[in-house]
């Protein structure tokens, strides 16, 4: 079981589930509420080797429309 369905626990979860490992995710938030919550601004950095890791388990295609690059760090 993978407790968190977060920026780890779901990435890891599929990468499992596609080489065949049966997975349980568990979330205490109802996903309902999750894809409902309001966006509170907060954003991610991702290295490229992330980037790389998501595209290999196939949801960089989904993921990268929503992405831009790092312009300013203050």
Do not use: F, M
């Not at 499992?16 to 894809?35: P, W």
Request: proline share 4%; glycine share 10%; with cysteine.
């Amino acid at each position: 079981s993978i407790i968190g369905a977060g920026l780890i626990g779901c990435p890891l979860a599929l990468s499992l589930a596609n080489k065949g490992v049966e997975v349980n995710l568990v979330e205490k938030n109802n996903l309902k509420s999750r894809l409902n919550s309001a966006k509170d601004g907060r954003t991610i950095a991702l290295s490229y080797a992330s980037k790389d890791l998501l595209d290999e388990i196939g949801v960089w295609p989904d993921l990268a429309k929503h992405a831009g690059p790092i312009e300013q760090v203050r």
